[in-house]
Every structure is written in C-alpha cells, then in structure tokens.
C-alpha cells in the first residue's frame, strides 16, 4: 500500500471518530453547513438520516432527501436569474468582438491583429483565473462576483473610446482580467444549493445563456448596422450600451446575491437547514473559507481525473476558440454579406442552446454523463470533414457544417457539471474549476491562431486541427468514465459490510471521503 493511500486512510479514519458527533471537530475548519448546523443548536449527527445518505451515495447521482417544492422553486427563483444572467453577459461580452467583425472595428486592424485581439483576451483570462479563485475562496463571493461584473462592464463601454490597435489591445486585457470570475464563480454557487443531479438542470440552464447571447448578440449587431450617426461608429455604440447594461446588473449581483445557503435572505431558518439536509448526500458541503494548500497538492499529484480531464478540456475546446472568435469571418468566406452574415448568428445561439438544453436535462433525468458527452463529437466530427472537403460555393452545405461544430463546444457544460459532482474539498473544487478554465482559455489562445491570414479564404490548416482534436476527445472521454467506475467499484468493495461514518460537511477531498461516489 502507498504512503499516499495510507495517508488518506487514516485521515479518513480521524474523520471516523468525529463524524458522531461534531463536538470534538474544530468546526473552524469544517465546511460552513457544519457550523451553521452548530450555531442553531443541531448536531449533525441529529439531523441527518443515514439511510438517507446512503442511499443517495449508492444512487450515484440522486440525493434522496427530499426538499420541499416550494423552498426548491424560491433557490431556482432568487438565484437561478443572477447565474443565467451573469453567464449571459460573459458569453454576450466575448461574442461582441465576433459580431464587430462585420461592423467596421477590421478597418481599424490589419494581418492578424484581430485574431491578437482574441488571444490576449484569454491570455488575461488565464493571469487571473488563480487570483480569482483564491478571492472567492477567502471572500463572500457575491462580493467578489458583483465587483468583477461591475468594472468588466466599465471596461465594455470604455471600448466605444478606441479607435486605434494599442487601446483595443488595452482593454481586451483588461476585460479577460475580470470576466474571469464568472464561470468559476457560478460553478461553486450551484454547488452550494442543488444535489448532483439538480445541479446537472440548473447548470444547464445557466449554461444555455451561452446560446442566448448569440441571439440577442446577432440582434444587437443586426439593428446596430443601420446606426449611422458621427460621433461613434455602430460598433462602439454597440460596446457602449452592452457595458452599461452590464455595470448595472453588476451593482446589482453586489447587493443581493447571498454568499451561500447559510446567509440567503429569501430562506427562513428552517428553509436553510431543510437546503442543508437536501444537498448531504452530494458529500461536498457548501463552502469553507479557510485555504487548505494539501488539497491543491492532492488535485495536481494524486487526482487520477486531473490531467485526462484537463487533456480533454484542451482538446474540446479548441472549437470554442475556433468558432467563437472567427465563425462571424468563416460564415463570410461562404459568400454572405454582412447583413447576411449577422444574421445568420441567430441559428447558432438557439442551436447552442437546445442541445446544451436536451443534453443536460437527459443528465438530470438519467445520468450516464460519459455516453452523452460522447455522443456530443460525432456531429462536430462529422461537420470538420464537410468543412474541409466541400468547395465554398456551396453555401448552405458549409453553413450547416459550421453549426454541427457547436455541438462539441458545448461539451464545455458537461465539463462543468463532471468538476461540480466529482469533487469534494471545497478548495479542491474552486481549484479544479480555475484550471478548467485556465486550460479552456489556453485552448481559446491557440484556436484563433490557427487561421493565418495567408490560409484564407478556406482555412484548411484550421479546420484539420478542428477534427483532429475533436477524434481524440472520443477515446479520452471513454477512458474518464471507466476510471471512474472502476474507482467506484473499488470504493463499494471497500466497504462491502461495513457501517457509513458520516463525514459529509468535514471538508474532505473525493480522495479522502471513501463514501463519495463519481458520476460517469
């Protein structure tokens, strides 16, 4: 047996002697739910059914402890518009620099300083993501997130000001600096109120925004076309009104979106400790603000998930770049005009939409994450080959081809609901989340330099690229879900006639926590 293991099993062993009664644990460092549990005079012990637990451990997906419909349609009610809206805004706001390439803001650019505009974007992205995670770990997180929502929608409208290569370079930088807290931050918020599978619906739909912000995206660029005045152009005043938009709901998220279960002023006490017990048998907790360095050490040395899931991350992604910053530029080279082109965006949103929709509710409603996520590529694949081998001229073929691209972009959300469901240890999980991110964004530096100017108008290099990594997401995905449920079936022969302690809100690891059970 290794230290490592060892390790582990005498930790989860100390966890054993403490998990009847909470009264030995330094509650400091337990999760926040054990403390509130605590404070209001309940030890965990007393409150939670262990059958219940079990069962929803053994379920793999489903909690079993009921939560009343109605304190579950107030959570979706006060919290599901601050996570749509905020991942609306942050797909709205990357998406405005596609839909301002047929708007003018190219006549400002030459050679590849377009696709630059791009890159930096995400190389900030990347800077900050650490520094962000660390924040929402140690401070209120609507704090942190109202805040960064609030200056990124500043540095939005400051982007009606630029004229020149310099000041777009300026504040691409500055808007991936603090765009970065939106997906981590809603991440570890729907951790916070949703068993796994909940969480699987309302990731998705959050997630669908990113659709939606394709369609009001094309809209907003369609009717800011036909803006003609002198003092700005119609894509600055389009960034101008977005931004503004977008300050004001910052302001908003600042002030009324709660910090977790424990603090949601929508919630009586009796509703918060009734969230509590629901959310149990995910056997992640609901937050803890102290670091714990060992956790990050464990994600990056000892996790057998890490690297495959962020190799598959990497590999998925490079269609999101791709796409994301160019598919405005592609759907041109087809022969459409610029109108033509605007408009045609439209499809792309409620194409990103329905199948993150139909996707993550079959999660919800079934499980079986791997075969799904699988099933995501082959359309994407399917589309590459078209792609690459169809001539231009056939416009419809080309386009339809195009939109078969976003069904592996929106494995992204998969992704999401995997790192959610399959990590414990509330630093940990922050953690995994900012290295999703980290290397999504790594995927969205490579992607848009991938069409060189002196590729165009085909950009065959690109679109080889584009198959290439989506092939090689099909076995990755494969090799993920069975290592999980191998590792499942380890853990139940484990504990084959033995008794479950209960440790669910002492802020251990997935390692650390043998109860906990992957999804796959």
Not at 393 to 404: A, M, P, Q, T
Not at 453 to 460: E, G
Not at 465 to 478: E, G, H, I, R, W
């Amino acid at each position: 047996m290794s230290q490592r293991s060892m390790d582990v099993e005498k930790k989860a062993a100390n966890a054993d002697s403490c998990s009847v009664s909470t009264s030995s644990i330094n509650v400091d460092d337990a999760d926040v739910a054990l403390r509130f549990l605590k404070q209001n005079g309940l030890d965990e012990s007393s409150t939670a059914n262990e059958d219940d637990v079990v069962a929803g451990e053994e379920a793999n997906f489903y909690g079993s402890h009921e939560l009343s419909p109605k304190v579950l349609r107030k959570v979706d009610l006060f919290i599901l518009p601050f996570l749509c809206c905020t991942y609306l805004l942050m797909f709205l706001d990357k998406a405005l620099l596609n839909y301002a390439a047929s708007m003018g803001i190219k006549d400002h650019l030459k050679g590849n300083e377009f696709s630059n505009l791009g890159t930096i974007f995400s190389a900030a992205y990347i800077f900050m993501e650490p520094v962000v995670t660390y924040l929402i770990q140690k401070f209120p997180i609507s704090k942190i997130l109202g805040t960064f929502i609030t200056v990124w929608g500043i540095v939005l409208a400051c982007h009606a000001a630029c004229k020149t290569y310099a000041s777009l370079m300026v504040v691409r930088t500055l808007l991936g600096l603090f765009e970065s807290s939106s997906a981590v931050g809603c991440i570890a918020i729907s951790g916070m109120y949703y068993t796994k599978s909940e969480q699987s619906a309302r990731i998705g739909f959050w997630a669908t925004q990113a659709g939606t912000g394709y369609i009001v995206g094309g809209l907003i660029s369609f009717g800011f076309l036909h803006y003609h005045g002198t003092a700005f152009t119609s894509w600055q005043i389009m960034f101008l009104v977005v931004g503004l938009v977008t300050v004001a709901f910052g302001v908003l998220t600042f002030l009324y979106l709660p910090d977790n279960v424990t603090n949601a002023w929508f919630l009586n006490k009796e509703e918060k400790i009734q969230v509590v017990e629901h959310i149990r048998a995910n056997q992640t907790g609901l937050e803890t603000k102290k670091f714990k360095k060992q956790q990050v050490k464990e994600l990056f040395l000892h996790d057998k998930f890490t690297w495959p899931m962020l190799l598959l991350t990497a590999c998925s992604q490079i269609s999101t770049g791709a796409i994301g910053t160019f598919s405005v530029t592609i759907t041109g080279t087809f022969g459409f005009d610029k109108y033509e082109t605007a408009l045609l965006q439209l499809p792309i949103g409620a194409i990103t939409a329905m199948i993150i929709l139909i996707t993550t509710q079959m999660l919800s409603r079934w499980g079986h994450i791997t075969l799904i996520t699988t099933s995501m590529y082959i359309p994407a694949i399917i589309g590459c080959i078209v792609l690459i081998s169809l001539p231009l001229s056939h416009k419809i073929g080309n386009l339809f081809s195009l939109y078969l691209l976003y069904s592996g972009s929106c494995v992204i959300t998969n992704i999401y609901i995997w790192n959610s469901c399959n990590t414990s240890g509330y630093t940990k999980r922050v953690f995994r989340n900012a290295i999703t991110m980290i290397v999504y964004n790594v995927s969205c530096i490579i992607a848009p330099q991938m069409f060189r100017a002196y590729s165009a108008p085909r950009y065959i290099p690109a679109k080889i690229a584009l198959l290439v990594t989506q092939c090689v997401c099909v076995p990755l995905q494969l090799y993920i879900g069975y290592i999980c449920k191998k590792e499942n079936e380890k853990r139940d022969k484990e504990q084959e006639g033995q008794e479950r302690k209960k440790y669910q809100f002492l802020d251990l690891t997935d390692i650390e926590n043998r109860n906990f059970r992957y999804i796959y």
